[in-house]
Protein backbone atom coordinates (compact mmCIF):
# COMPACT_ATOMS: atom_id res chain seq x y z
CA UNK A 1 0.00 0.00 0.00
CA UNK A 2 2.83 2.15 0.76
CA UNK A 3 4.40 1.48 -2.72
CA UNK A 4 1.58 2.20 -4.24
CA UNK A 5 0.93 6.18 -2.89
CA UNK A 6 4.50 6.59 -3.29
CA UNK A 7 4.15 5.70 -6.99
CA UNK A 8 1.39 7.95 -7.04
CA UNK A 9 2.65 11.18 -5.61
CA UNK A 10 5.64 10.32 -8.14
CA UNK A 11 2.84 10.17 -10.81
CA UNK A 12 1.09 13.66 -9.47
CA UNK A 13 4.82 15.15 -9.20
CA UNK A 14 5.56 13.77 -12.71
CA UNK A 15 2.42 15.37 -14.26
CA UNK A 16 2.74 19.10 -12.15
CA UNK A 17 6.38 18.92 -13.48
CA UNK A 18 5.73 17.98 -16.74
CA UNK A 19 2.48 20.26 -17.42
CA UNK A 20 4.85 23.80 -18.97
CA UNK A 21 3.24 27.03 -19.34
CA UNK A 22 4.36 28.90 -22.67
CA UNK A 23 1.74 31.53 -22.74
CA UNK A 24 3.31 35.08 -21.31
CA UNK A 25 0.75 37.22 -19.77
CA UNK A 26 -0.30 40.31 -20.93
CA UNK A 27 1.53 43.52 -19.66
CA UNK A 28 -1.06 45.98 -20.75
CA UNK A 29 -4.89 45.99 -18.98
CA UNK A 30 -7.56 44.04 -20.27
CA UNK A 31 -9.68 47.08 -21.58
CA UNK A 32 -13.38 46.63 -19.48
CA UNK A 33 -12.24 44.35 -16.22
CA UNK A 34 -11.75 47.99 -14.46
CA UNK A 35 -9.68 51.07 -14.12
CA UNK A 36 -9.24 52.09 -18.13
CA UNK A 37 -8.07 55.68 -18.90
CA UNK A 38 -9.23 56.84 -22.52
CA UNK A 39 -8.78 60.57 -24.11
CA UNK A 40 -12.12 61.96 -24.45
CA UNK A 41 -13.63 62.76 -28.50
CA UNK A 42 -15.95 64.03 -30.05
CA UNK A 43 -18.68 61.51 -28.83
CA UNK A 44 -17.76 62.57 -25.54
CA UNK A 45 -17.76 66.18 -25.95
CA UNK A 46 -21.22 65.52 -27.46
CA UNK A 47 -22.85 63.87 -24.52
CA UNK A 48 -21.24 66.38 -21.72
CA UNK A 49 -22.70 69.19 -23.37
CA UNK A 50 -26.33 68.38 -23.76
CA UNK A 51 -26.28 65.55 -21.04
CA UNK A 52 -23.91 66.47 -18.37
CA UNK A 53 -23.88 69.86 -18.25
CA UNK A 54 -27.72 70.83 -18.41
CA UNK A 55 -29.00 67.77 -15.78
CA UNK A 56 -26.15 66.22 -15.01
CA UNK A 57 -27.14 62.60 -16.49
CA UNK A 58 -24.09 60.60 -17.28
CA UNK A 59 -24.47 58.29 -20.22
CA UNK A 60 -21.86 55.18 -19.75
CA UNK A 61 -20.98 53.48 -23.06
CA UNK A 62 -17.99 52.20 -22.04
CA UNK A 63 -18.34 48.77 -20.81
CA UNK A 64 -18.66 47.87 -16.45
CA UNK A 65 -20.08 44.71 -16.03
CA UNK A 66 -20.76 46.20 -12.55
CA UNK A 67 -23.60 48.24 -14.21
CA UNK A 68 -25.39 45.45 -15.30
CA UNK A 69 -26.54 41.90 -14.88
CA UNK A 70 -22.91 39.72 -14.65
CA UNK A 71 -25.67 36.66 -14.50
CA UNK A 72 -26.49 37.15 -18.45
CA UNK A 73 -24.15 37.18 -21.85
CA UNK A 74 -24.31 40.75 -22.83
CA UNK A 75 -22.33 42.94 -25.04
CA UNK A 76 -20.90 46.34 -25.48
CA UNK A 77 -22.65 48.78 -27.09
CA UNK A 78 -20.71 49.92 -30.88
CA UNK A 79 -19.57 53.41 -29.89
CA UNK A 80 -20.67 54.85 -33.62
CA UNK A 81 -24.36 53.85 -32.36
CA UNK A 82 -24.11 56.04 -29.41
CA UNK A 83 -24.76 59.10 -30.73
CA UNK A 84 -27.64 58.31 -32.62
CA UNK A 85 -28.81 56.83 -30.13
CA UNK A 86 -28.75 59.55 -27.35
CA UNK A 87 -29.61 62.19 -30.46
CA UNK A 88 -33.24 60.15 -30.29
CA UNK A 89 -33.38 59.81 -26.80
CA UNK A 90 -32.97 63.89 -26.82
CA UNK A 91 -35.59 64.41 -29.42
CA UNK A 92 -38.03 62.07 -28.64
CA UNK A 93 -38.03 62.67 -24.93
CA UNK A 94 -36.07 64.78 -23.11
CA UNK A 95 -36.83 67.70 -25.89
CA UNK A 96 -40.85 67.00 -25.38
CA UNK A 97 -40.72 67.15 -21.46
CA UNK A 98 -38.37 69.80 -21.78
CA UNK A 99 -40.80 72.10 -23.77
CA UNK A 100 -43.86 71.34 -22.08
CA UNK A 101 -42.88 70.64 -18.18
CA UNK A 102 -40.21 73.70 -18.36
CA UNK A 103 -36.56 73.74 -17.78
CA UNK A 104 -36.80 72.44 -14.72
CA UNK A 105 -39.22 69.06 -14.69
CA UNK A 106 -36.43 66.73 -15.83
CA UNK A 107 -33.96 68.20 -12.96
CA UNK A 108 -36.46 67.47 -10.47
CA UNK A 109 -38.12 64.15 -11.75
CA UNK A 110 -34.34 63.42 -12.50
CA UNK A 111 -32.28 60.44 -14.16
CA UNK A 112 -28.94 60.44 -13.20
CA UNK A 113 -27.49 57.65 -15.27
CA UNK A 114 -28.34 56.00 -18.70
CA UNK A 115 -26.21 52.82 -19.09
CA UNK A 116 -26.09 51.51 -22.51
CA UNK A 117 -25.96 47.80 -23.87
CA UNK A 118 -25.05 46.21 -27.26
CA UNK A 119 -27.32 43.24 -26.83
CA UNK A 120 -30.89 42.03 -25.26
CA UNK A 121 -30.82 40.46 -22.16
CA UNK A 122 -32.45 37.18 -22.58
CA UNK A 123 -34.41 35.58 -19.75
CA UNK A 124 -34.90 31.80 -18.70
CA UNK A 125 -38.67 31.85 -19.29
CA UNK A 126 -38.00 33.03 -22.59
CA UNK A 127 -38.43 36.68 -22.59
CA UNK A 128 -36.06 39.45 -23.89
CA UNK A 129 -35.27 42.78 -21.48
CA UNK A 130 -34.82 45.82 -23.83
CA UNK A 131 -34.81 48.41 -20.93
CA UNK A 132 -34.59 48.77 -17.11
CA UNK A 133 -35.68 51.59 -14.29
CA UNK A 134 -33.06 51.12 -11.54
CA UNK A 135 -33.09 53.22 -7.87
CA UNK A 136 -35.72 55.95 -9.75
CA UNK A 137 -32.66 57.38 -11.30
CA UNK A 138 -31.04 54.89 -13.82
CA UNK A 139 -31.81 53.31 -17.12
CA UNK A 140 -30.19 50.85 -18.56
CA UNK A 141 -30.90 50.36 -22.09
CA UNK A 142 -30.33 47.51 -24.31
CA UNK A 143 -30.19 46.24 -27.57
CA UNK A 144 -28.16 49.36 -29.16
CA UNK A 145 -26.43 47.85 -31.41
CA UNK A 146 -29.71 46.83 -33.44
CA UNK A 147 -30.72 50.98 -33.29
CA UNK A 148 -30.82 52.80 -36.70
CA UNK A 149 -32.30 56.21 -37.11
CA UNK A 150 -33.82 55.74 -40.45
CA UNK A 151 -35.81 52.83 -39.05
CA UNK A 152 -39.11 53.93 -37.69
CA UNK A 153 -39.73 50.59 -36.46
CA UNK A 154 -36.22 50.35 -34.09
CA UNK A 155 -36.86 54.32 -33.17
CA UNK A 156 -40.86 53.47 -31.57
CA UNK A 157 -39.41 50.34 -30.08
CA UNK A 158 -36.35 51.91 -28.38
CA UNK A 159 -38.17 55.22 -27.47
CA UNK A 160 -41.31 53.13 -26.26
CA UNK A 161 -38.54 51.56 -23.65
CA UNK A 162 -37.12 54.75 -22.61
CA UNK A 163 -40.62 56.41 -21.96
CA UNK A 164 -42.29 53.38 -20.14
CA UNK A 165 -38.67 53.26 -17.77
CA UNK A 166 -39.06 57.00 -17.13
CA UNK A 167 -42.47 56.59 -16.07
CA UNK A 168 -41.56 53.98 -13.72
CA UNK A 169 -39.66 56.48 -12.44
CA UNK A 170 -42.56 59.17 -12.10
CA UNK A 171 -44.69 56.66 -10.59
CA UNK A 172 -41.67 55.95 -8.03
CA UNK A 173 -42.53 59.92 -7.09
CA UNK A 174 -46.10 60.14 -7.59
CA UNK A 175 -47.97 57.23 -6.64
CA UNK A 176 -50.04 55.62 -9.42
CA UNK A 177 -53.97 56.53 -9.27
CA UNK A 178 -56.04 54.83 -6.59
CA UNK A 179 -58.89 54.18 -9.18
CA UNK A 180 -56.16 52.34 -11.33
CA UNK A 181 -55.88 49.45 -9.50
CA UNK A 182 -59.62 47.98 -9.83
CA UNK A 183 -59.42 48.46 -13.80
CA UNK A 184 -57.55 45.27 -14.82
CA UNK A 185 -56.63 43.42 -11.34
CA UNK A 186 -57.61 40.05 -12.09
CA UNK A 187 -55.56 39.78 -15.52
CA UNK A 188 -52.75 40.05 -13.35
CA UNK A 189 -50.55 37.24 -13.91
CA UNK A 190 -46.37 36.66 -13.78
CA UNK A 191 -47.08 34.25 -16.98
CA UNK A 192 -48.06 36.64 -18.89
CA UNK A 193 -45.72 36.15 -22.24
CA UNK A 194 -48.05 32.76 -22.95
CA UNK A 195 -50.18 35.42 -23.72
CA UNK A 196 -50.22 37.86 -27.37
CA UNK A 197 -50.66 41.41 -27.49
CA UNK A 198 -54.13 40.40 -29.18
CA UNK A 199 -55.43 38.14 -26.49
CA UNK A 200 -54.03 41.18 -24.48
CA UNK A 201 -56.10 44.14 -26.30
CA UNK A 202 -59.72 41.83 -25.98
CA UNK A 203 -58.34 41.95 -22.04
CA UNK A 204 -58.69 45.38 -21.58
CA UNK A 205 -54.79 45.90 -21.60
CA UNK A 206 -52.36 47.75 -24.37
CA UNK A 207 -50.10 45.05 -24.43
CA UNK A 208 -49.57 41.49 -22.59
CA UNK A 209 -46.55 43.14 -21.02
CA UNK A 210 -49.31 45.23 -18.93
CA UNK A 211 -50.27 42.27 -17.76
CA UNK A 212 -47.25 41.33 -15.54
CA UNK A 213 -48.70 43.74 -13.08
CA UNK A 214 -50.67 47.04 -12.47
CA UNK A 215 -47.02 48.94 -12.73
CA UNK A 216 -46.57 47.69 -15.88
CA UNK A 217 -49.81 47.94 -16.85
CA UNK A 218 -49.70 51.76 -15.85
CA UNK A 219 -46.45 52.51 -17.85
CA UNK A 220 -47.03 50.64 -20.86
CA UNK A 221 -50.45 52.28 -21.28
CA UNK A 222 -48.16 55.91 -21.16
CA UNK A 223 -45.81 54.50 -23.22
CA UNK A 224 -48.07 53.23 -26.10
CA UNK A 225 -50.15 56.92 -26.07
CA UNK A 226 -46.75 59.07 -26.33
CA UNK A 227 -45.07 57.16 -28.84
CA UNK A 228 -47.41 54.39 -30.73
CA UNK A 229 -49.59 57.44 -30.42
CA UNK A 230 -53.14 58.28 -30.43
CA UNK A 231 -54.02 56.50 -33.57
CA UNK A 232 -52.49 53.60 -32.39
CA UNK A 233 -54.59 53.02 -28.68
CA UNK A 234 -58.06 54.47 -30.92
CA UNK A 235 -57.18 51.64 -33.43
CA UNK A 236 -56.97 49.16 -31.11
CA UNK A 237 -60.44 50.14 -29.12
CA UNK A 238 -61.78 49.91 -32.20
CA UNK A 239 -60.38 46.36 -32.52
CA UNK A 240 -62.03 45.09 -29.14
CA UNK A 241 -64.93 47.31 -29.00
CA UNK A 242 -66.23 45.45 -25.32
CA UNK A 243 -63.26 47.01 -23.53
CA UNK A 244 -63.92 50.64 -25.05
CA UNK A 245 -64.77 51.89 -21.25
CA UNK A 246 -61.83 50.11 -19.42
CA UNK A 247 -59.33 51.43 -22.32
CA UNK A 248 -60.88 55.30 -21.60
CA UNK A 249 -61.04 55.30 -18.42
CA UNK A 250 -57.05 54.40 -18.25
CA UNK A 251 -56.62 57.01 -20.41
CA UNK A 252 -58.29 59.48 -18.44
CA UNK A 253 -56.45 58.93 -15.42
CA UNK A 254 -53.18 58.92 -17.27
CA UNK A 255 -54.16 62.37 -18.31
CA UNK A 256 -55.03 63.83 -15.30
CA UNK A 257 -52.03 62.21 -13.00
CA UNK A 258 -50.00 63.98 -15.78
CA UNK A 259 -52.00 67.56 -15.20
CA UNK A 260 -50.89 66.72 -11.36
CA UNK A 261 -47.66 66.75 -12.41
CA UNK A 262 -47.71 69.83 -14.33
CA UNK A 263 -47.84 68.43 -17.91
CA UNK A 264 -50.43 68.58 -20.43
CA UNK A 265 -50.18 65.46 -21.81
CA UNK A 266 -51.91 66.45 -25.01
CA UNK A 267 -49.37 69.08 -26.21
CA UNK A 268 -46.80 66.08 -24.50
CA UNK A 269 -48.26 63.40 -27.04
CA UNK A 270 -48.02 65.67 -30.37
CA UNK A 271 -44.47 66.77 -28.93
CA UNK A 272 -43.18 63.22 -28.96
CA UNK A 273 -44.47 62.50 -32.53
CA UNK A 274 -42.59 65.79 -34.04
CA UNK A 275 -39.83 64.03 -32.07
CA UNK A 276 -39.85 61.16 -33.67
CA UNK A 277 -41.09 62.52 -37.19
CA UNK A 278 -38.19 65.02 -37.04
CA UNK A 279 -35.40 62.12 -35.97
CA UNK A 280 -36.53 59.48 -38.52
CA UNK A 281 -36.89 61.85 -41.30
Request: aromatic share 14%; net charge negative; glycine share 6%.
Amino acid sequence: MYRYAYFLLLLVFGMLTGCKKTEVLPTEPINGLGGDDWTFNALDDYLYENFVIPYNIEVKYKWDPYEVNFNRNLVPPQENRVRPVMETVKAVWMDPYKKIGGDDFLKKYQILKYVLVGSPEYQENGTVILGTAEGGNKIILFVVNYFAKNNRTEVVRMMHTIHHEFAHILHQTIAIPQAWRTLSSSWYTATWYNTTNEQANKQGLITAYAKSTMQEDFVETISTLLVEGQAHYDAVIAANPSQEATFRRKEELVVAYYKELGIDFRKLQSEVKVGIALITQ
